[in-house]
């Protein structure tokens, strides 16, 4: 099955080998996405609030550029550098998915750079004759 690799415009070179999205037969997959600007420099510093609602709004991007939207979202996993930032994280995470929430996992673990403090990658399903 073809796959499609999802690009944001504007958008430089990853840190590592990987693309922000792929989508096969209706399926995003978007890679952990982390609080980088466009130098993959850390935003936010010390700021897990921010940080995460700067990773949602990547990650809704990867999603709109596929033609889906943040309600096609079906799975999460988060990755924190701390426990201490889990009601933050979770505050923010509540106003991008208001209603029915998409299952997820979370886990407390160190992140490519120690800045980061929050890390999510996501799997949304797109209708195909809206893709």
Request: glycine share 6%; proline share 7%; hydrophobic share 45%.
């Amino acid at each position: 099955m073809p796959k499609q690799i999802i690009t944001l415009p504007h958008s430089t070179p990853p840190i590592a080998p990987f693309s922000a999205g792929t989508m096969a037969d209706g399926i995003v997959y978007v890679s952990g996405t982390l609080p980088f600007d466009e130098h993959n420099n850390v935003v936010h510093l010390g700021d897990a609030a921010a940080q995460t609602r700067h990773v949602l709004t990547i990650i809704q991007q990867v999603i709109e550029a596929a033609g889906g939207t943040m309600a096609d979202v079906t799975f999460n996993s988060l990755f924190l550098t701390d426990w201490a930032h889990y009601a933050a994280i979770n505050q923010v995470y509540a106003e991008f998915f208001p209603g029915e929430k998409p299952a997820r996992y979370c886990i407390q673990c160190g992140l490519v750079k120690p800045e980061a403090l929050i890390e999510i990658a996501s799997i949304a399903h797109i209708a195909k004759g809206d893709a």
